[in-house]
């Protein structure tokens, strides 16, 4: 069993920048491939970015050159931090755990909004 809860949405300008945590809880942190999806109103939910076990990336083209995902395994957390901001960017913010086998684990969310 896996507790994902994230923290560190709020209200941005356009430009800014923010850092989103995902701290874990339960079982393996490390073993698990962490990935951040957002969902915007009336829109899918879509994927933002993924790091592996590994510490391998992969972006959205949305968010190349923007966001970055890390993670500290020490601390059972992952990162997503977002620079140059847009409007567009604005959506609640999940992560997601997952590992082959295994359930899938979604956080409850965290709100993003850019505005000026």
């Known amino acids: 069993q896996v507790q994902l809860v994230e923290s560190g949405g709020g209200l941005v300008q356009p430009g800014g920048s923010l850092r989103l945590s995902c701290a874990a809880s339960?079982?393996?942190?490390?073993?698990?491939?962490m990935s951040w999806y957002r969902q915007a109103p009336g829109k899918q939910r879509e994927l933002v970015a993924t790091?592996?076990?590994?510490?391998?990336?992969n972006y959205a083209d949305s968010v190349k050159g923007r966001f970055t995902i890390s993670r500290d395994n020490a601390k059972n957390t992952v990162y997503l931090q977002m620079n140059s901001l847009k409007p567009e960017d604005t959506a609640v913010y999940y992560c997601?755990?997952?590992?082959?086998?295994?359930?899938?684990?979604w956080g409850q969310g965290t709100q993003v909004t850019v505005s000026s």
């Open positions: 997601k755990a997952n590992r082959p086998l295994n359930p899938i684990y």
């Open positions: 339960g079982s393996i942190f490390s073993r698990y491939a």
């Open positions: 790091i592996t076990s590994g510490g391998s990336t």
